[in-house]
């Protein structure tokens, strides 16, 4: 079974600090995908990113990065000069290559940017 | 531009009462999925669908039934609903894709009470 981690349950940072939201997968399959979401106070759930686990280099997209780890089995999250719009909850989620394409999701972290 | 379209919105029920949430997608997609957020659980995948006449059972489907008679759309009823049904549902779709690039799109949800 597939299980994803995201310890950090709510974190609170000022407007320009850099944050970084952690996620710890487990799976015994040797490719899968990962994939953040973002779900603003509007409630729906908005794509990140997708990132195959034979991909271990790291993305960048404007303010948000992307830091992938087999060997931590880690998929963190880091927001640079957080903006108040960056509040929201972010969810990490994983699935495998075989048998259903469902997601399976972490608990999600709450990021309050505080103006 | 609609994506996936989930009605109703917003619903209270007694206990014992049925009702069916609806999710229309207009994108073509085989895949289709009903999700339940909870505080603090993520989101955990209820039931599922691979095409059009054909649906599985996810991580949590009891209480709930599924039908998929359109390609576009898919059901989710709850035949008498108990309090523990008490979340908010998501409907999402993906296509299916030889390079596995596909991502989940996601409607807006249903807050969903029951007394």
């Known amino acids: 079974a597939q299980k994803v981690t995201q310890a950090q349950t709510e974190i609170s940072v000022v407007e320009k600090e850099d944050v970084t939201l952690d996620c710890v997968y487990e799976?015994?399959?040797?490719?899968?995908?990962l994939f953040w979401y973002k779900q603003p106070p509007s409630g729906e759930l908005v794509f990140l990113i997708r990132r195959n686990s034979f991909d271990e280099q790291n993305e960048i997209s404007g303010r948000y990065s992307w830091n992938f780890q087999k060997s931590t089995s880690s998929f963190n999250f880091t927001i640079t000069a957080s903006q108040v719009v960056d509040s929201a909850v972010y969810f990490c989620a994983l699935r495998i290559s075989k048998g259903r394409r469902a997601l399976t999701f972490g608990s999600g972290t709450r990021l309050q940017v505080q103006p | 531009n609609a994506g996936v379209t989930q009605t109703p919105k917003f619903r209270v029920l007694k206990t014992g009462q049925s009702m069916t949430l609806l999710c229309a997608q207009d994108?073509?997609?085989?895949?289709m999925y009903w999700y339940r957020q909870d505080p603090g659980m993520g989101l955990r995948l209820i039931h599922y669908?691979?095409?059009?006449?054909?649906?599985a059972k996810g991580e949590v489907p009891d209480g709930y039934n599924v039908s998929r008679l359109k390609k576009q759309n898919f059901l989710l009823g709850l035949e008498s609903a108990a309090p523990s049904q008490t979340s908010v549902y998501f409907c999402?779709?993906?296509?299916?894709?030889?390079?596995?690039?596909?991502?989940?799109?996601f409607g807006s949800g249903t807050q969903l009470s029951v007394l």
């Open positions: 669908s691979v095409g059009e006449g054909t649906t």
């Open positions: 999402a779709s993906s296509q299916l894709s030889r390079d596995r690039n596909e991502k989940l799109f």
């Open positions: 994108m073509n997609h085989e895949y």
């Open positions: 799976t015994r399959d040797t490719t899968y995908y």
